[in-house]
């Protein structure tokens, strides 16, 4: 079970969508190696992870195996949030030898990639420690695994920007265009959506003071020097909160939060993100 303090992960419901889908594509008509083992044969296996990381997605995990075995015993030695070492065992399970051996890739798949997007979340919000900034995500997702990832960023210690394009309004250059101004823009999706947060994303400070004046929610400052940040934060004066993106990275991010910006988006930690290394060995009962 996660501890209190980590976010819920997606339902059930949604994460039994997840695994349907990744098993589907895994076993077509069926695991023609795992007809070699006996149909009766029982085994127990460990789940090694053979790098330093954040764990996450062990509800997905569970899922694969459950799905094929509802009788499986899983027995984590870590949480969704925890750091663990290399050569750390997370886990220990035991049931029948077909339903392990065919779920492994499908589990092991979910789990390296969650723990690997919550490693690299935990990574960058280590970079800006000692500052307000909360490190953000962003919509570039694995296509149908974006609740999935968000959660993986909760777990490394982030903060989720919109989960899409339905729950929040982000007015960037096109949609300006297409108004005719930020004004025109804000205040349409004022008319439109009024309990929606409402960011517009700026390139340069007159539009800085455009948005300002129109009176959003927040503003997204694209691609800012250095300098242009401080003084964006200085010309703001708290009156709006202020996020960075653009030319983001760890080499980067420590000297971005210390101008006094409040948030941070990072594509990188659900686009660019390396899968943890897991071992599972199986032996018969």
């Keep these: 079970m996660s501890p209190p303090s980590l976010p819920a992960a997606p339902d059930a419901a949604h994460i039994s969508i997840d695994v349907e889908r990744a098993l ?66 997370i886990c220990r399970l ?9 779920a492994e890739r499908s589990a092991l798949n979910f789990l390296q990639l969650l723990s690997g997007t ?8 280590a970079a800006v420690a000692g500052t307000k900034v909360r490190i953000l995500d962003t919509r570039k997702t694995v296509p149908g695994l974006r609740l999935a990832q968000k959660y993986a960023v909760r ?28 004004n025109a823009a804000v205040q349409a999706a004022r008319r439109l959506h009024p309990d929606l947060l409402l960011e517009v994303e700026v390139e340069n400070s007159d539009e800085l003071a455009q948005a300002l004046d129109a009176g ?56 660019h993100v390396r899968a943890i290394d897991l071992s599972l060995r199986l032996q018969l009962s």
């Design 94 to 102: 035991s049931g029948h030898a077909r339903s392990l051996v065919s």
């Design 216 to 271: 959003v929610d927040r503003i997204m400052l694209d691609n800012f020097s250095l300098a242009q940040m401080a003084a964006a934060v200085q010309y703001t004066a708290g009156r709006v909160p202020l996020e960075v993106s653009g030319n983001v990275d760890l080499h980067t991010i420590g000297e971005f939060a210390r101008t006094g910006v409040d948030f941070i988006s990072v594509g990188a930690l659900t686009k």
């Design 118 to 125: 919550a490693t690299v979340t935990a990574e960058y919000v």
């Design 24 to 89: 589907a594509e895994d076993l077509g008509q069926g695991d023609a190696t795992a007809e070699l083992l006996p149909i009766d044969a029982h085994a127990q296996a460990e789940l090694t992870c053979r790098d330093a990381a954040v764990i996450a997605g062990t509800a997905w995990f569970d899922a694969c195996f459950r799905r094929l075995d509802p009788t499986v015993r899983i027995d984590w030695q870590a949480h969704d949030g925890q750091r663990v070492s290399a050569g750390a065992m």
């Design 155 to 182: 777990c490394g210690g982030g903060h989720n920007h919109r989960i899409g394009l339905y729950d929040a309004i982000l007015i960037k250059e096109n949609h300006i265009i297409a108004a005719g101004s930020i």
